[in-house]
């Protein structure tokens, strides 16, 4: 049965910081390449970063670059996402997913919220 659970959200002051992690189970973890989405209220989920099989490689769009950052470590099953200086903009749930070009798989989110 595969699984990605999230975890490590909650509230945080904007300018602190916060890091998410993901634990994988029932797939080949080391095998796909991960990615963190979030989804804001009344928005579209958006991708925030990727990283390759290896961890060699990241990759984060034009307007995520700087703010976080993504790893894993393959021996734990575990992606990491962190948040640096968040702002109330930042606030919403995030999703790690799994994807290779046979299978996609999402973990259920959590929410993060950025508020003084």
């Known amino acids: 049965q595969v699984q990605l659970v999230e975890s490590g959200g909650g509230l945080v002051q904007p300018g602190g910081s916060l890091r998410l992690s993901c634990v994988a189970s029932g797939f080949i973890f080391s095998s796909y390449p991960m990615s963190w989405y979030r989804q804001a209220a009344g928005k579209e989920r958006e991708l925030v970063a990727s990283i390759s099989q290896t961890g060699r490689v990241t990759s984060y769009p034009d307007s995520m670059k700087g703010r976080f950052t993504i790893s894993r470590d393959n021996a734990k099953n575990t992606v990491y996402l962190q948040m640096n200086s968040p702002k109330p903009e930042d606030t919403a749930v995030y999703y790690c997913?799994?994807?290779?070009?046979?299978?996609?798989?999402w973990g259920q989110g959590t929410q993060v919220t950025v508020s003084s």
């Open positions: 997913r799994a994807s290779d070009h046979r299978s996609t798989y």
